[in-house]
């Protein structure tokens, strides 16, 4: 009838369970994205659903200011007396309305308390699941990082040996061009003198 009821889950089932979540459902485009709403939102029980609605409603201006309506019509109509009084002015039922209220109101507000702490717990568990899943992929990028540096030290290290064995080879060749234009004139010499 309601969706399966939300549990406290550890850190262990925690990551199972928005995984399956996430497998579960398909996306509207006005449903939860972040996969701890979906779990704190979607698959709350009814109760727990009232109990959010009802502490979002007592924490709101419009409650206080509606509360605060009500009382001062109700003092009013008691005082001045247009109706029966109904609650004279030590203001009796009143005051048993406000009790009553209260009641209600503290184990109501403790529950939607619960629930977001249960949601700071799954929003922490997350962020740290991600944390590690980033902190795995930058020490992957480090490794090929690492790799790839000591590859082009290998590539530079083998470029500087390739150009030393060039440059001797010029400096021979240059030598021997040099040493052969020598004899060469010298050879040209004495073929003028003849």
């Known amino acids: 009838m309601f969706g399966p009821a939300m549990s406290i889950r550890t850190s262990d089932t925690g990551h199972a369970a928005l995984k399956q979540t996430l497998q579960r459902r398909k996306y ?27 502490s979002a409603g007592i924490g709101s ?42 009641a209600y109101t503290g184990p109501v507000l403790l529950l939607a308390g619960n629930r ?27 490794k090929a990082i690492l790799k790839d540096t000591e590859m082009t030290e290998k590539n530079t290290e083998l470029t500087l040996q390739i150009l030393n064995h060039l440059q001797g080879q010029l400096a021979a060749h240059l030598e021997a061009d040099a040493a052969g234009g020598m004899s060469s004139g010298a050879t040209q010499e004495s073929t003028d003198r003849t």
Do not use: C, M, Y
């Open 28 to 54: 509207k485009a006005d449903d939860h994205k972040h996969p701890v709403n979906v779990i704190h939102h979607e698959e709350a029980t009814l109760g727990e659903r009232i109990a959010d609605k009802a």
């Open 116 to 142: 977001q702490a249960q949601k700071d717990r799954l929003t922490l568990e997350h962020a740290a699941h991600e944390a590690d899943k980033a902190d795995e992929q930058n020490v992957e990028i480090l």
């Open 61 to 102: 201006w419009r409650f206080l200011i509606i509360q605060t309506i009500a009382v001062a019509v109700w003092v009013t109509l008691n005082i001045v007396g247009l109706v029966k009084h109904w609650d004279p002015f030590p203001f009796i039922l009143l005051n048993l309305l406000f009790s009553v209220q209260a």
